[in-house]
C-alpha cells in the first residue's frame, strides 16, 4: 500500500473495521481506473464482438471482489491484486457467455498451423496473399477470419505472455513439478518466444512490444502507429497466430 495516497489509506482503514457499503462505494470509485486501463488492453482482442462498456462492466464484479477479500496485512500493492481479478472477472464473464463457435476455435488452430508451414518452408514471414492462398480464401476473407478468430486466442498465448513476462512472475518458479526436464522446457520456450518475436514483421513486432512490454491499450497503439484500431487488433492477431504456431510445434517437437 506504499503507493497509496492518504485518504486511500483512510478508507481502507475504515472498510477493513466497518465493511460499510458506502465506504465500499468510495473505494470503488478510488480504483476505477484500473478497470478502465485493463478493459481497454483486453479490447484488442474482441473489436466490435464486444462492447467497451460490457468489459467494464465485466471488470466491475473483479474489482468489488478484490476490495472485499483483499487484506491489508499482507504487504501486497492492491493495485496489483485488483488487476489480476479484474482481468479475470472479465476473462471468466467472455467464457460463460461463450460466443466464440467451436468452429472458430478449429480455424484458429488451422491458421495457426498455415502460418507455420509456410514460414517453416519459406524461412520468412508469410505474407498476407501467401496465407490466404493457402487456406483457399481471398484477402479480404482472410481478413474477415482474423476478426473472427481473435478472441479465441485470448485465453491461451495471451496469458502466457502477461503471467510469464508483464507481472514479473519467474517461469522457473511456475513449474507444475521440480522435473529438471521441465526447467530445460521452459528456458526453451522463453528462447523460442523471444526469437520468434524478433522475426515477426515489423508493425506485428511494434504491436507485440507497445501492448505486452509497454502496457498500452489498443487506443493508445493505434494513436501512437496512426492506423484504426481494427488494424491494430489484426496485426495482433496475426502475430499471435505467427508466435502460437511455432510454440505449438515447438511442444510437439518436445513431447515427441
Keep these: 500500500m506504499s503507493s497509496a495516497n492518504s485518504?486511500?489509506?483512510?478508507?481502507?482503514?475504515?472498510?477493513s473495521e466497518s465493511k460499510e457499503p458506502a465506504i465500499r462505494e468510495k473505494l470503488i470509485l478510488e480504483y476505477a481506473h484500473?478497470?478502465?486501463?485493463?478493459?481497454?488492453?483486453?479490447?484488442?482482442?474482441?473489436?466490435?464482438?464486444?462492447?467497451y462498456d460490457d468489459l467494464v462492466g465485466f471488470g466491475v464484479f473483479g474489482l468489488i471482489d478484490a476490495i472485499d477479500k483483499?487484506?491489508?496485512?499482507k504487504g501486497v500493492k492492491f493495485e496489483t491484486y485488483a488487476s489480476l481479478r479484474i482481468r479475470g472477472s472479465i476473462i471468466d464473464s467472455i467464457r460463460e457467455i461463450d460466443w466464440v463457435p467451436r468452429s472458430l476455435r478449429q480455424k484458429g488452430k488451422?491458421?495457426?498451423?498455415?502460418?507455420?508451414?509456410?514460414?517453416?518452408?519459406?524461412?520468412r514471414s508469410a505474407t498476407d496473399n501467401e496465407v490466404a492462398k493457402k487456406l483457399g480464401i481471398s484477402v479480404d476473407e482472410f481478413y474477415k477470419l482474423l476478426n473472427d478468430v481473435n478472441v479465441s486466442s485470448m485465453v491461451s498465448l495471451e496469458e502466457f505472455l502477461e503471467q510469464n513476462y508483464e507481472i514479473g512472475v519467474d517461469l522457473s518458479n511456475?513449474?507444475?513439478?521440480?522435473?529438471?526436464?521441465?526447467?530445460?522446457?521452459i528456458s526453451e520456450i522463453k528462447n523460442i518466444l523471444a526469437d520468434s518475436i524478433e522475426k515477426l514483421p515489423e508493425k506485428e513486432r511494434t504491436v507485440v512490444s507497445l501492448?505486452?512490454?509497454?502496457?498500452l491499450t489498443l487506443k493508445e497503439i493505434s494513436a501512437i502507429m496512426k492506423v484504426s484500431e481494427s488494424r491494430i487488433?489484426?496485426?495482433?492477431?496475426?502475430?499471435?497466430?505467427?508466435?502460437?504456431g511455432k510454440l505449438a510445434r515447438h511442444k510437439t517437437i518436445l513431447h515427441e
Design 7 to 15: 485518504k486511500q489509506i483512510e478508507l481502507w482503514k475504515q472498510y
Design 34 to 51: 484500473l478497470i478502465k486501463f485493463i478493459a481497454g488492453r483486453l479490447n484488442i482482442y474482441f473489436g466490435s464482438n464486444v462492447e
Design 70 to 73: 483483499f487484506d491489508l496485512n
Design 110 to 123: 488451422e491458421l495457426e498451423k498455415v502460418y507455420w508451414e509456410i514460414e517453416n518452408q519459406l524461412g
Design 174 to 185: 511456475s513449474s507444475r513439478d521440480d522435473r529438471p526436464e521441465s526447467y530445460v522446457e
Design 211 to 215: 501492448y505486452y512490454y509497454e502496457e
Design 233 to 244: 487488433s489484426q496485426l495482433h492477431t496475426k502475430a499471435i497466430m505467427r508466435l502460437k
